[in-house]
């Protein structure tokens, strides 16, 4: 029978460590704060929303939100998202994607500086988590993958680590992250032939394709490590993940669950990156 490893212990030590290094920044007068901007009423948009403006409150962080309309022009964007990269007292932006269709990455993604850019969408954060280069901000979700395999004590050093996802959101960092580990990683995709037998040979298997209960237990190898990133609302409400958590549960060796697994480290990662682009601000 498998272990369920869940998020909220991982999410608690980091929150702790993020407490202590804000206490001690507002008592030399450095006031973190955070910026979410968000285009749209997108349920996850949403639901994430409001889990990280929880957690900074938790963690004593000003943030503030920026909602904009979904019919936005790219260029009434582009000056609202200078505003706030402009503003001095903002440490750190959280801009949610995907942007609407209307609305060209490549027009913008330069515009939050890197040192602001806490969720990795600047090219140059993302060429550091290519490099390995660790003065950058790699995504929040894949760095919360890591943490909950770092927390848990799963050996990644040498193991075979199949990921199931290519977005330049999480299937992609995740693998470098899991690379910079000294795992040898492959990554598989929706298209990907004979799917079921590369997973099955995972060690540690991270499920981000985005398609609710795709893992099933012909997925998984005895005992494996099953990470799962997906996020997956249904008409009703009801959030699901990519893995099929009970049929893969006897089979695995530790999996977690969604929700209660991944998306609850990952308000905390934010939070831990928001500190690290304020110590940075000290220094620039």
Do not use: W
């Not at 500086?113 to 660790?134: L, Q, R, T, Y």
């Not at 005895?222 to 990470?227: D, F, K, L, N």
């Not at 249904?234 to 893995?243: H, P, R, S």
């Not at 530790?254 to 831990?272: E, N, W, Y």
Request: charged share 30%; hydrophobic share 40%.
């Amino acid at each position: 029978m498998g272990k369920l490893i869940k998020g909220k212990p991982v999410a608690d030590a980091i929150t702790l460590e993020v407490k202590k290094d804000v206490e001690h920044l507002k008592q030399n007068n450095i006031f973190p704060k955070l910026k979410i901007v968000r285009i749209g009423e997108r349920e996850d948009d949403i639901a994430y929303e409001r889990a990280a403006l929880k957690r900074m409150q938790t963690c004593d962080i000003a943030c503030e939100v920026v909602a904009l309309p979904a019919e936005i022009s790219q260029e009434d964007f582009i000056l609202k998202l200078k505003s706030v990269n402009d503003d001095k007292t903002v440490h750190g932006i959280l801009l949610f994607r995907p942007l609407p269709k209307h609305i060209d990455e490549d027009k913008v993604k330069y515009i939050i500086n890197a040192e602001k850019d806490i969720d990795c969408f600047n090219p140059i954060n993302v060429s550091k988590v290519m490099e390995g280069d660790e003065t950058g901000f790699s995504p929040c979700t894949p760095t919360a993958s890591m943490e909950i395999l770092k927390y848990y004590n799963v050996e990644i050093r040498g193991k075979l680590a199949v990921v199931v996802g290519r977005s330049m959101v999480v299937g992609k960092p995740l693998s470098m992250l899991l690379l910079k580990e000294d795992a040898t990683v492959l990554m598989c995709h929706s298209k990907t032939e004979n799917l079921k037998e590369l997973t099955s040979k995972a060690d540690i298997l991270i499920a981000a394709v985005g398609k609710a209960k795709m893992i099933t237990k012909d997925y998984i190898k005895q005992g494996s490590t099953v990470i799962d990133v997906g996020i997956n609302i249904e008409q009703d409400g009801n959030l699901f993940g990519d893995v099929n958590t009970d049929d893969c549960l006897e089979k695995s060796g530790l999996i977690t669950p969604v929700p209660l697994g991944v998306g609850s480290v990952t308000t905390a990662v934010l939070a831990k990156h928001l500190v690290k682009a304020t110590k940075l601000s000290i220094l620039y």
